[in-house]
């Protein structure tokens, strides 16, 4: 979980949060939206390659998304 943590931090410090003339807090915000990211691509990865995924989240989920 570190080395993905470190890992989400590399575009932040090699790409534009750095730029001068920015605020710093651009750095860990780049780095919260690249780990969220691929948060979000993960949990779809998973959801396509296991097999009862897509039961679990149409049972469990679904209902909790509906009564909000």
Excluded: E
């Amino acid at each position: 979980l570190l080395l993905a943590l470190g890992l989400a931090a590399v575009p932040s410090v090699a790409g534009h949060a750095l730029d001068p003339g920015l605020a710093r807090v651009n750095v860990a915000a780049d780095v919260l939206h690249v780990a969220a990211a691929a948060a979000w691509v993960g949990v779809l990865v998973g959801l396509a390659a296991l097999p009862g995924a897509r039961l679990v989240y149409s049972c469990m989920v679904m209902p909790a998304l509906r009564s909000i």
